[in-house]
């Protein structure tokens, strides 16, 4: 045969699906799911049969773990002992189990998450509640199959007679299958299920008068009716796991807040170093030290808080960041003749039953084949005490023990297994006492096969037995409730005030884009001059912001973008500093400009709005309240056209005119109340309509016909005009003229375009800055009052070949006002 010929060709998916199938099948019955029956992983039933097998029971000292690890993976599960005595270590820790299956001795590990010692050191035995798992198998209730090596047996499922999987609960991770069904109280389940023998329709909301919900080892509250009730209908569902907190008075005025129950599976050394880490980072202002004094008396973590700090809002806090407060996911999966299955509650219930009328029914059938066995040969033994003085010539007259039991089945009509008992019967038992003993032992075991029978044959006594026998367990093992069932879902909320101290601030950004926050002490110590503020060379303020930590600043930039800031969270820098680039602190792209800051203390003041003016000529009004967000990147503001850019947004009551001014001199004013109020991302609507190649490069609100307007070109040329010369037309005109330029060969030119635009009602402090960096500063009174088409007086001078690049308000305080 040649070498090629010894080789068959496969694909290799097909040979991959293949083996990766039957290892899913492995993991899902064999090892992450539990039984419906017993609510044990196979591993968990191994352990606990293995040390049922060699006597290591209640009732006897202690066994060293090791002994019980090597008899389970010598005989049964032929795998890692760590997975071994992983298994064991979780069925003997009471934080973990409602009931605990073993019973531990030595150092099993804590709720801190600690390990449990090696299993050379610890020591173990079965608790008295597992033997009720494991309860009359020696009766054969349950099947037995082959081990893996074929020299012992091993029970398919146990017993189990109480509902273990809804009692102690579970949770495992398979191949496309994971389960997690939370511990109950035993008293509860028991309840349920004799209620379910009882009314077999019994609907689920009757069900669920005998189980609230789960109850935990560890305590807790449980908040969510809605999701119990969609857990025990589907099989899936959430609940929220709250800690058990109280807020205690100490004193000086001090508080503190206990915790005495911290949720299901929450490893409490974490817990206590996430509340430390909120201590050491100062996210919350107001804890002082967080210790945890748990003892021998049980859990207690103090969380102890500075005088007058906010306790109930600190609380809140630490239940939304922390594991103070947890969510829990049921996913109620279990193996059902041999395949997982999600169920819901009474599914659950229903196949427990099942296996318990099978166990019940299989021990019956067990114990009436021993009594009826019995009853025959108490039959021929009665039978034969009553004609003794013939049996006993029968058996002189023989020849040996087989001929003497050949004759009495031949001459008496006793059976083989009678006449065998008649033979090693002891001469004692010939007394007068021990005749009546016998007939006794007869008339009590025909009443008990009597009984046996009935239950066999009636399905109600059938039901009645597992009634009175889980009815036994209930009141033997049966403890209160433990965790508290809340319905309605208590919403967090945690105020702004908690994390942060209030204080007023001041916010600066510069023009190159530096942004810093400082506080007013700083401020007062560096002089308390506003112009004064650090800078890198060649850099200038443009705005300067009085706000308190609690505000948040809402930046608005030339592509339509904006971004929520929280005043807290700017980088704080003395005043001399210069402060960091804003680009660390909001998610600015390259290309884009920041065009306004509006700082925010409330998104729901009535009759806000923010109104948006772009270079070409666009307005759009949209209330205050549609920009409230929790996102920390860019968030549309406005719909902008390729070819426009957003020049300027501003915080409006809705009461004032709007007035455009165009970089050639146009000018238009209207109601600000002709710009309807529309969604966050539209485009608006056309404010003026510009001659190509013109631009918006003002956009002023003016109050009636208060006060002038000062324009000002390129070149340093201004005059302010007033309010009265400029009437309200309707929005969407080409306006009217509001500068003019003088051309020609002979003449001064006093520019070619408005640079900046201001609305005077009381002097005005502006700073212009020239190509080269250069500030010149002047007043607004310098400027004359002119007629709308009249050419200005020089204001600012920069030179032959100068010209303004910018021009601004000097930053001072009380800027902020929009008026």
């Known amino acids: 045969m ?37 609510g044990l992983k196979p591993v968990q039933r191994r352990i606990l049969y293995a040390m049922y097998d060699s006597g290591n029971t209640p009732d006897k000292p202690y066994r060293k773990s090791a002994k019980t690890v090597g008899d389970v993976m010598g005989n049964y599960h032929p795998h890692g002992d760590s997975s071994i005595y992983e298994g064991m270590v979780r069925m003997a820790q009471p934080w973990k189990m409602g009931h605990v299956l073993v019973d531990g001795h030595g150092n099993w590990g804590s709720q801190d998450d600690d390990p449990a010692a090696a299993m050379r050191y610890t020591e173990a035995r079965l608790s008295p509640i597992s033997m009720e798992l494991l309860r009359d198998i020696e009766k054969r209730t349950v099947l037995f199959k082959d081990n ?46 004799i209620a379910v023998m009882q009314k077999p329709d019994i609907e689920l909301n009757e069900i669920m008068t005998f189980i609230k919900g789960p109850d935990f080892p560890t305590g807790g509250i449980i908040m969510g009716g809605s999701g119990i009730q969609d857990a025990y209908q589907t099989g899936k569902g959430r609940v929220y796991l709250r800690s058990k907190t109280e807020i205690e008075s100490l004193r000086g005025g001090k508080q503190q807040i206990v915790i005495t129950e911290i949720p299901y599976q929450v ?88 296996h318990q009328r099978e166990v019940v029914t299989f021990r019956t059938q067990y114990e009436l084949e021993r009594a009826e066995d019995r009853a025959h040969v108490l039959e021929g033994l009665v039978k034969a005490l009553n004609i003794l003085d013939e049996v006993i010539a029968a058996i002189k007259a023989s020849k040996n023990r087989q001929d003497a039991q050949n004759n009495l089945q031949w001459m008496f009509g006793f059976t083989e297994r009678q006449a065998d008992s008649i033979l090693t019967l002891q001469l004692y038992r010939l007394t007068n006492l021990e005749i009546h003993s016998l007939q006794k032992e007869l008339d009590d075991l ?7 029978r009935a239950i066999l044959d009636n399905d109600k006594k059938l ?71 650090g800078v890198k060379e060649g850099d200038y303020v443009t705005r300067l912001l009085e706000v308190s930590t609690l505000d948040n600043l809402l930046i608005f930039t030339q592509r339509g973008q904006y971004f929520l800031l929280p005043v807290h969270q700017i980088p704080e820098y003395k005043w001399k500093d210069a402060g960091t680039a804003i680009v660390n602190v909001i998610q600015l792209p390259k290309e884009d400009e920041i065009v306004s800051v509006i700082p925010v203390s409330s998104f729901e003041e009535e009759g806000k709005t923010l109104v948006f003016v772009t270079r070409n000529g666009q307005v759009k009004r949209t209330e205050l309240k549609d920009y409230a967000t929790k996102r920390a990147g860019a968030v549309a503001a406005m719909k902008v056209s390729g070819d426009d850019s957003v020049l300027t947004v501003e915080l409006s009551d809705g009461s004032k005119d709007i007035m455009l001014i165009s970089k050639e001199g146009m000018s238009i004013r209207f109601r600000e109340q002709e710009v309807n109020a529309m969604g966050r991302v539209s485009g608006g609507v056309r404010g003026i309509q510009l001659r190509d190649g013109d631009e918006v490069m003002a956009a002023l609100w003016v109050i009636e016909d208060e006060g002038e307007i000062l ?72 400027a004359p009052i002119n007629e709308r088409k009249s050419i200005g007086k020089l204001l600012a001078d920069v030179g032959k070949k100068g010209e303004i690049t910018d021009i601004i308000l000097s930053p001072e305080l009380k800027q902020t006002s929009t008026e």
Do not use: W
Request: proline letters at 4%; a neutral charge.
């Open 2 to 38: 040649s070498l090629s010929e010894q080789f068959l060709p496969a694909f290799l998916e097909e040979i991959v699906g293949d083996r990766f199938g039957r290892y899913s099948k492995y993991i899902i019955q064999d090892r992450a799911i539990p039984d419906v029956r017993d």
């Open 148 to 193: 893996f090596d074929n020299t012992a047996k091993e029970p398919v499922v146990l017993p189990s007679r109480y509902p273990n999987l809804l009692v102690n609960g579970t949770s495992g991770i398979s191949a496309g299958f994971a389960t997690e069904i939370p511990p109950h109280n035993l008293r509860e389940v028991i309840d349920a299920c």
């Open 267 to 354: 490893v409490k050394a974490r817990l206590v170093t996430a509340m430390e880490n909120i201590r050491l980072e100062k996210k919350v202002d107001g804890i002082a030290e967080v210790r945890d004094e748990s003892g021998r008396e049980g859990l207690r973590i103090v969380v102890e808080l500075k005088k007058d700090a906010d306790a109930n809002g600190i609380l809140a806090y630490l239940f939304k960041k922390t594991d103070l407060q947890i969510t829990y996911n049921f996913n109620m999966v279990a193996i059902v003749n041999k395949t997982p299955q999600q169920l819901g509650l009474k599914a659950i219930i229903e196949a427990y039953i099942a």
């Open 446 to 452: 025909m009443k008990k096969i009597e009984g046996l």
């Open 463 to 533: 039901i009645s037995v597992i009634r009175k026998e889980l009815m036994e367990i209930r009141d033997k093992y049966g403890i209160d409730r433990r965790s508290l069932i809340q319905e309605e879902v208590e919403e967090i909320k945690v105020n702004l005030e908690v994390m942060v101290a209030a204080e007023d601030v001041l916010v600066t950004l510069s023009n190159d884009g530096y942004i810093k926050r400082t506080s007013m002490l700083s401020f007062t110590r560096s002089g308390g001059e506003p112009d004064s503020s």
């Open 711 to 782: 324009t000002i070109t390129d070149l340093g040329y201004g005059k302010r005009t007033l309010l009265l010369d400029y009437p309200t037309q309707s929005r969407g005109g080409k306006g009217i003229v509001t500068f003019e330029f003088k051309e020609g060969k002979r003449v001064k030119p006093n520019g070619s375009r408005i640079a900046g635009a201001f609305y005077c009602r009381e002097p005005l402090h502006i700073i212009a800055y020239s190509q080269e960096g250069t500030a010149i500063a002047f007043d607004s009174e310098k």
